[in-house]
């Protein structure tokens, strides 16, 4: 089965450009979610989906990002314009909210960002 | 609001030997989940084991166990028999019973740097 699919996996950009990382979760997951990981900060949740539609944003740092679940298969995080301080491993997170209420949250293979 | 600590930033284990990685969270919610994941340098996030708060029965998962003591809020890992691909960060985390709100995502601790020596 295929897993939470991630791409790019590596992104490296110039500061002040736009950068967009993106998400395919597994088929039939209904929640979808985005974590930021820095070696200062951890794991750290950025924003999180229910049906596409977006319950808690309050982890996004600050209005230079935004995402998007335009339907159950993708979803979008962009960050316009970068700052090297955006520099971090984003991780995207899929779990299937119906059924056994244990179900782990499955992650992709994360997209390293750089931003010089 | 929740918080998931790991107290220590790195372990080391001899190959074979058993190893105990720790962790303590604070909570005033009844019902929650605890997991541990595991994160090789190939940077894959892998769930290693679950617990449900409600459940008094440590779980285990092969070599992995968990000892959990929730009036205590600890959720200690153990890797029993440890092997040179057992290397890697393991992240201890919480996630709370209810779907909707922010209860639904997972409150991760800083992380635990686990060495297999030979």
């Known amino acids: 089965d295929a897993g939470v699919i991630q791409s790019p996996r590596h992104e490296v950009t110039e500061m002040g450009q736009e950068v967009t990382l993106r998400c395919k979760p597994i088929?039939?997951?209904?929640?979808l979610f985005w974590y930021r990981q820095t070696m200062m900060r951890g794991l750290e949740l950025l924003i999180y989906f229910n049906n596409n539609v977006p319950i808690d944003d309050s982890g996004m740092p600050e209005d230079r990002f935004s995402a998007k679940m335009p339907n159950a298969s993708f979803s979008t995080l962009k960050i316009q314009p970068s700052e090297p301080r955006d520099s971090a491993v984003y991780f995207c997170?899929?779990?299937?909210?119906?059924?056994?209420?244990?179900?782990?949250?499955?992650f992709g293979d994360g997209t390293r960002l750089s931003i010089l | 609001a929740q918080t998931v600590t790991q107290s220590q930033p790195e372990m080391s284990v001899q190959e074979a030997e058993t190893v105990t990685l720790s962790c303590t969270y604070d909570?005033?919610?009844?019902?929650?989940?605890l997991f541990w994941y595991k994160q090789p340098p190939s940077r894959q996030m892998i769930l290693v084991i679950r617990q449900e708060a409600y459940k008094q029965q440590n779980a285990t998962e092969n070599r992995f166990s968990v000892n959990f003591q929730k009036a205590a809020k600890s959720f200690s890992l153990k890797i029993s028999d440890s092997q040179l691909g057992d290397a890697a960060m393991y992240f201890c985390a919480y996630r709370g019973m209810n779907y909707g709100g922010s209860q639904g995502n997972l409150i991760f601790g800083k992380g635990t740097k686990l060495s297999v020596k030979p």
């Open positions: 909570t005033s919610e009844s019902d929650y989940y």
């Open positions: 088929s039939g997951h209904n929640s």
């Open positions: 997170a899929s779990r299937d909210r119906g059924g056994d209420s244990n179900q782990p949250q499955h």
